[in-house]
T-cell receptor
Framework: AQRVTQPEKLLSVLKGAPVELKCNYS??????LFWYVQYSRQRLQLLLR??SRESIKGFTADLNKGETSFHLKKPFAQEEDSAMYYC?????????????FGTGTLLAVQP | DGGITQSPKYLFRKEGQNVTLSCEQN?????MYWYRQDPGQGLRLIYY???????QKGDIAEGYSVSREKKESFPLTVTSAQKNPTAFYLC??????????????FGQGTRLTVV
């Protein structure tokens, strides 16, 4: 079965500390994975996608097929990073935006 | 102002009534999607449409219906057959066709409460 698991509901870190938001997936084919973010009072928006191998706002995410993980990392957290983060998996290998979302992790960066 | 607009922001419905949620986009996107979000759960796909006059059921389509008569619009009707309609509903749109891994643009959402 296709599934996305985000084990942490809340992650609280101090400003300047490293951040790792965990995401594990279950998918039989070649996965296409995304991280979406929702800042306070803003709409859900794409943060990054694994195929682009990009770094957005200092965040990176590496696909580890052996561990079926796509953890989101940032070396030094900023207060403006506080938001809800969702890991998402394309149901059809990226052909559409039929996505399976994890339950989300609320990141709180303390000053 | 380009984007995807959902209305209303808050909606109250009596049990047994159908209600329609509006979703409009001016991004010239072919594909549109409806997701439902419940507390403590991720978003779940209700219906999607890759082109005008065509749509498919998602993972939790029972009790819902949609139409796609215009490229810009993808309204969702929550029928009386939906057993637990109280939820937050999100509409999204994206490029379709040969493109892959395109970004989904989301609306601000509609919070539906059954009273």
């Amino acid at each position: 079965a296709q599934r996305v698991t985000q084990p942490e509901k809340l992650l609280s870190v101090l400003k300047g500390a490293p951040v790792e938001l965990k995401c594990n997936y279950s998918y039989s084919g070649s996965p296409e994975l995304f991280w979406y973010v929702q800042y306070s009072r803003q709409r859900l928006q794409l943060l990054l996608r694994h195929i682009s191998r990009e770094s957005i706002k200092g965040f990176t995410a590496d696909l580890n097929k052996g561990e079926t993980s796509f953890h989101l990392k940032k070396p030094f957290a900023q207060e403006e990073d506080s938001a809800m983060y969702y890991c998402a998996l394309s149901q059809d290998g990226g052909a559409t935006n039929k996505l399976i979302f994890g339950t989300g992790t609320l990141l709180a960066v303390q000053p | 102002d380009g984007g995807i607009t959902q209305s209303p922001k808050y909606l109250f419905r009596k049990e047994g009534q159908n209600v329609t949620l509006s979703c409009e986009q001016n991004l010239n996107h072919d594909a549109m999607y409806w997701y439902r979000q419940d507390p403590g759960q991720g978003l779940r796909l209700i219906y999607y449409s890759q082109i005008v006059n065509d749509f498919q059921k998602g993972d939790i389509a029972e009790g819902y219906s949609v139409s796609r008569e215009k490229k810009e619009s993808f309204p969702l009707t929550v029928t009386s057959a939906q057993k637990n309609p109280t939820a937050f509903y999100l509409c999204a749109s994206s490029i379709a066709g040969l493109h892959t891994n395109t970004e989904a643009f989301f609306g601000q959402g509609t919070r539906l409460t059954v009273v």
